[in-house]
């Protein structure tokens, strides 16, 4: 290891878990953020931990799906029509890698991915007595209609095939595991590797960790030049006029990766998909269990005993409005597979809104940056921050310290595109 000093970019949960890793080897880290500390989507996204997750988003029949859903205002999906030549090269490799040879052989990457951050968050509480609601009771996908309820089962078989345990259960097996919850399902699929906890305490404490432990947060502050001589980076400027040196540098920005990764010389495919959520303080009922309305692509998760519902994606740039119609089809979406609540029930809550950095085939950029001999990226986890980046910052950190890491492969090597 020829490097001691370690600057990050970005302080959402990617590289916050990656400064946890490298802080624990011993080296010197800083972290720039752009924002505030409390403003990117690792805050408001639904807590799951899912090692069922091992189909990435593009997959076969999700553009014919995709189609349809824009032609519907409340519909889980949308993307914005616009003239830009980085969405069109993100569609054509979106198309290009929805094929089942792809959903093969990333179902085993992702598998591993997933079930490592598992066991490193296990270690996480457990060794640093933190705590943020992590609770192992496992995932249901609740399905009301028999078309969905086959896809389920069909995803659970696959999921089954490559280890990861799943069981296919009847409405009243259901019942079984939420008493208190009345549920308009016919049945579900059960994952009980899954697990969800609390994102912002999760965040919180990370934070305060690796404050007490050396590392520095830079907040407000945004890259906008690099210095760099044989074929490493020697310094960064950012927008206030500061200069920020280190020996080895990482891209953990979430949906503004792909901009600096140009700065960098490369090229990662990249479009901000925004996610919707709402916390309920006081629900109606509080389910035991983390949960998604497979049909409609929402999730409900309980959080210290609030309850949070999220969902939707929308491919529209960095535009964080806020789109009614999607936040009415969350919430009737809630009404429809939970009776008890009303959409009143659901009205005069703060909205979430956040932008998960979603690559073209639905896998992380991690690794070495090939462009520069000193740049590392942990980015591009779609909807699953949360799960991936405790085994994807261990991923840098092993790259950067041994030279290798067990959990590297090439379907995340963050220079797929950049040819």
């Keep these: 290891m020829e490097s001691n000093r370690v600057i990050i970019i970005g302080a959402g949960i990617a590289g916050l878990f990656t400064a946890y890793y490298l802080n624990r080897r011993g080296l010197e880290v800083s972290i720039l953020d752009k924002g505030t500390g409390k403003d990117n989507c690792s805050y408001g996204n639904a807590g799951m931990i899912v090692p069922s997750h091992i189909i990435p988003l593009s997959s076969p029949g999700i553009i014919s799906k995709g189609l349809k859903w824009m032609l519907e205002p409340e519909s889980p999906f949308y993307i914005r029509p616009r003239l830009s030549l980085d969405l069109l090269k993100w569609g054509w490799e979106f198309k290009k890698a929805s094929t089942d040879d792809h959903v093969k052989r990333a179902g085993p990457v992702l598998r591993d991915l997933l079930m490592a951050s598992r066991e490193l968050l296990i270690n996480f509480e ?103 001589s044989g074929g490493k980076i020697k310094s960064l400027h950012s927008s206030d006029g500061n200069e920020w040196k280190a020996d080895t540098y990482i891209l953990c920005a979430g ?74 089809g969350l919430k009737k979406s809630v009404c429809e597979y939970l009776p008890e609540f009303s959409m009143n029930d659901l009205e005069g809550h703060p909205v979430w809104t956040g932008l998960r950095p979603c690559s073209p085939d639905g896998m992380p950029y991690v690794g070495a940056v090939s462009s520069l001999k000193n740049v590392y990226a942990s980015t591009g986890h779609a909807m699953m921050g949360m799960s991936l980046a405790p085994s994807c910052g261990k991923i840098v950190a092993d790259l950067i310290t041994e030279g290798k890491s067990d959990l590297n492969h090439s379907l995340i090597n963050p220079n797929r595109f950049a040819g």
């Design 126 to 228: 457990s060794e640093e007595n933190s705590s943020f609601g992590y609770e192992k009771r496992g995932l249901l996908m609740f399905c009301n209609t028999e078309k969905g309820l086959k896809k389920e089962i069909e995803a659970a078989e696959i999921a089954q095939q490559l280890g990861v345990p799943a069981e296919v259960l009847t409405a009243d097996q259901v019942k079984g595991m939420e008493p208190d919850l009345d549920l308009n399902i016919i049945g579900a699929t059960y994952y009980p590797k899954d697990a969800h906890l609390h994102p912002g305490s999760l965040m919180d404490s990370l934070k305060k960790l690796l404050v007490s432990r050396g590392v520095t947060f830079h907040w407000n502050t945004e890259i906008e030049e690099m210095d760099q």
């Design 255 to 328: 949906a503004w990766s792909a901009g600096i990764a140009k700065k960098f010389g490369t090229q990662m495919l990249m479009q901000a998909g925004k996610g919707y959520s709402i916390t309920i303080e006081e629900p109606v009922k509080r389910p035991l269990n983390c949960g998604i309305f497979a049909e409609r692509k929402v999730t409900m998760t309980p959080m210290f005993g609030s309850l949070r519902f999220a969902g939707t994606m929308e491919i529209v740039g960095t535009d964080t409005r806020i789109n009614r119609a999607k936040m009415n």
